[in-house]
């Protein structure tokens, strides 16, 4: 789950990181009356899901809270790379001297969490890896230890800030931002730029968290500040359902349960030369209701031209399965034909539920993905 930036600034503030002063706003009187409240200069920052917002307009200086407002009014309801702007932060500004680059992943490579820093800061760190590879520096922290205050003055040092007092600033922001990583169950935590200012002490001016879905259930407060309207229609409607969907791009909807099985099936499609429409993993004990849910998102994608349902019931009862799918036959707005493999668990009973419905059953995996695959390309 991503966080918006004056979310992700809230929770690294709260570590003892430093901030800029500021507050959001959905209107451009708000941004104005925030401005006036900061006083001075203000930047007027685009609250939406992706990085390059200020090459894309949606970051703009303002002197007065008359120019806040305008600036507010100009961005809020511009297209960023495809999504709405809905909040702008309005940010004290700061003149500062050098942009740093400060990060948290989890590195799936190294099965280690992985600090990444540059002097290269204030452009997106994707980018220094392409163009500069040598001025990014990474440390791993030790999974039983966690990270030293020794690795974060390493990092210091190794970027350049020689500085005493700036090394051990910038080293105890490093140990902030990995507490907060490790607290929030966070997948990425990331301050860039974070700057250097004349008196040589160190600033957050953008902050970037994503939360782990997996950890959500021990942080309801930030879990109640998800944000979808950015994420597709059909991602959110799986999300509500319990669903796990992800759409892809080709013309034979999947619906299976369990991730490997899901896998196994997009695997064998592509051996019969199709394309998977979608990865869908209903789950363990599914229930029709779930089942018509999942039919019911799998043929809002015009692209789907025949339905693949592959299950193997254990938990899962194919008695159930079967209603889910009688259920959905009631009320899908378009006829695609279905393929249906359906075995184990109350086989039988699911069989005979399923007789009437105009399906084409199918008895191994290999004999469901090839008449889909046969189907789909008509
Ligand atoms: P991103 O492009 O979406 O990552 O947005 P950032 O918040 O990182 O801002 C991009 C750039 O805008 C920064 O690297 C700065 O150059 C500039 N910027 C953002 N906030 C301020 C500010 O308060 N003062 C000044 N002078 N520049 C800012
Ligand atoms: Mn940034």
Do not use: W
Request: aromatic share 4%.
């Amino acid at each position: 789950m991503k966080l918006h930036e004056y979310q992700a600034r809230e929770i690294v503030a709260k570590y003892g990181i430093p901030v800029t002063g500021g507050g959001v706003a959905s209107t451009p009187a708000e941004a104005r009356k925030l401005a006036e409240e900061i006083g001075g200069k203000v930047a007027v920052k685009a609250q939406v899901h992706v990085g390059g917002r200020g090459k894309a307009g949606g970051i703009k200086l303002a002197d007065t809270p008359e120019a806040a407002e305008q600036a507010a009014q100009q961005i809020l309801g511009m297209d960023i790379k495809g999504l709405t702007v809905e909040k702008v932060m309005i940010a004290e500004a700061v003149t500062y001297e050098k942009e740093i680059y400060l990060g948290v992943i989890l590195d799936r490579g190294t099965k280690r969490i992985m600090l990444i820093a540059s002097s290269e800061g204030g452009v997106e760190i994707e980018e220094v890896a392409k163009t500069n590879p040598d001025a990014i520096i990474k440390i791993a922290a030790d999974p039983l230890l966690g990270l030293q205050p020794f690795q974060a003055q390493q990092l210091a040092f190794a970027i350049g800030l020689t500085d005493g007092k700036q090394a051990r600033q910038f080293a105890s922001i490093a140990m902030a931002l990995y507490k907060a990583f490790i607290e929030n169950d966070a997948e990425l935590a990331e301050i860039n730029p974070l700057v250097v200012l004349a008196d040589g002490s160190l600033k957050a001016l953008d902050s970037k968290i994503v939360l782990d879905d997996s950890g959500l259930f021990r942080h309801k407060d930030l879990a109640a500040q998800r944000d979808d309207s950015a994420d597709p229609a059909a991602e959110i409607k799986a999300r509500e359902h319990g669903l796990t969907f992800i759409k892809l791009d080709g013309t034979i909807g999947c619906m299976v349960n369990g991730a490997g099985l899901a896998m196994a099936t997009m695997d064998v499609v592509k051996l019969f030369g199709g394309e998977p429409a979608n990865f869908l993993d209903i789950g363990g004990g599914a229930n029709a209701e779930k089942v018509a849910a999942a039919l019911d998102i799998i043929l809002d994608d015009p692209n789907v031209k025949a339905v693949m349902v592959n299950i193997f019931g254990g938990i899962t009862r194919c008695d159930e399965v079967a209603r889910g799918i009688v259920e959905a036959q009631k009320i899908i707005k378009r006829q695609v034909p279905m393929v249906v493999r359906l075995v184990g668990t109350n086989e039988a009973e699911g069989q005979r539920i399923l007789a009437d419905a105009s399906l084409i059953p199918a008895n191994t995996l290999a004999e469901a993905a090839q008449k889909a695959v046969e189907i789909a390309q008509g």
